[in-house]
């Protein structure tokens, strides 16, 4: 999912303010306890909101479309809220736009959920979250803006600590619904989000493309649960240089990488002339196993992206790192020998070749990876326990 296209979708074309700028905020109430969609939730109408939407606490919701926040709104969303989305694909999703914020606040015990409607949920039911800041992105330059690939909204600037809200104890369920061969939505879409933004304890499950993605920006993420991805479990891209902090991936039957890294966006262009580098602190990726999925790569890097892995667990898959680029635009290879991408501390188990170089570089594993054997990953079955679900 990495091309900068203007859909221009024909639903968003026709979508209505619900209400002025001088109307009180709008507050969803339904306090029947029965989440039931097909009975008694709420219905959240499809439209771009001018005014706050509030949505109650241990209630269900149901949208049927995009449900866009307008620059100067909150998305407020309590613990305990369920939101049921119509499973009719890429139209049905939720963005925050930018200048807009979310405040999402689930609680460990009583999470926000957001999921499918169908009887027998699937992924890619419907599209996802989206969230658009004005950090930077490397695709433009100074205060310009890019295109969402979804719903064809503006992001990216020059704001590095931009807040676009906060969100706790989410999960994000059967999304990644495609718009076409190009463009599909993730479970979590995080475009030119800043670092002033809070996100920790979210989980994708059983997404149809990427569980969590990045387009540039500077936002750090605590505590990411993506289980069953069938493209991408996390993937980055346009200059991401946020920090990502246990990370919990487990592959489903169809699946791509754990982690795809691009330094930028070679469909688009680097016009900011610089790559990704994130740092990544406690990650664990398992995969099927060896002996059932022996093609299988851990971690793919490659259009010059650096970045900064501290320990890591890898297990179950054929290559570990797979390191693409060449000695032009593209310099994987460059980041090793300087010292921008590297991995330290790490166990691999059941992983047949730790390291592939097919960057045009030369540099040896010991360039790259230090500390083998002394990787414990993060601590899943702690932090994951009582709100995720695999």
């Known amino acids: 999912m990495k091309n900068n296209v203007i859909l221009g979708l024909a639903i968003v074309s026709m979508l209505f ?58 998305l407020i969303i309590h613990e305990g809220v369920t939101i049921y989305a119509e499973a ?16 999402a606040n689930g609680t460990l015990n009583n999470p926000i959920v957001l999921t499918s409607n169908a009887a027998s949920p699937s992924a890619g039911d419907w599209g996802g979250l989206i969230i658009l800041g004005k950090a930077p992105i490397n695709s433009v330059t ?53 670092s002033g933004t809070v996100v920790e304890y979210i989980q994708a499950f059983e997404g149809k493309d990427d569980g969590v993605e990045f387009f540039g920006g500077t936002v750090n993420v605590n505590y990411v649960s993506v289980i069953n991805a069938q493209d991408d479990s996390i993937d980055w891209t346009e200059g991401y240089t946020g920090t990502i902090t246990n990370a919990y991936v487990l592959h489903g039957n169809e699946h791509d990488k754990g982690i795809e890294a691009d330094g930028f966006n070679t469909d688009f262009s680097n016009a900011g002339g610089y790559y990704s580098k994130p740092t990544v602190n406690n990650l664990t990726i398992i995969g099927l196993g060896t002996a059932t999925d022996p093609g299988s790569e851990a971690i793919r890097l490659r259009a010059g992206t650096q970045g900064i892995f501290n320990n890591v667990l890898i297990q179950g898959y054929g290559e570990g790192f797979d390191l693409d680029g060449d000695l032009g635009d593209n310099p994987t290879g460059n980041g090793v020998v300087n010292g921008d991408l590297k991995v330290s501390n790490i166990t691999f188990v059941d992983v047949t ?38």
């Open 88 to 103: 009719t694909g890429a139209d049905v999703y939720i963005a925050i736009s930018q200048g807009a914020k979310i405040r």
């Open 142 to 194: 100074g205060t310009a803006t890019s295109t969402s690939e979804i719903a064809s909204l503006p992001y990216g600037g020059n704001i590095s600590n931009d807040s676009s809200g906060t969100i706790r104890y989410m999960r994000v369920e059967y999304s990644g619904g495609a718009a076409d061969g190009q463009s599909e939505n993730n479970g979590f879409s995080f475009y030119g989000v800043g």
């Open 353 to 390: 070749l730790t390291m592939k170089n097919d960057t045009e570089v030369i540099f040896t594993e010991a360039d790259f990876i230090s500390g083998v054997g002394n990787g414990t990953g993060t601590d899943y079955t702690t932090w994951g326990a009582g709100w995720t679900i695999e």
């Open 17 to 74: 303010s619900c209400s002025s700028d001088d109307t009180s905020d709008i507050i969803l109430d339904n306090n029947n306890g029965n989440n039931n969609p097909d009975n008694s939730c709420t219905t959240i109408t499809a439209a771009q909101y001018t005014t706050d939407l509030e949505l109650e606490a241990n209630t269900c919701y149901v949208i049927n479309g995009p449900v866009i926040m307008a620059a100067g709104t909150n």
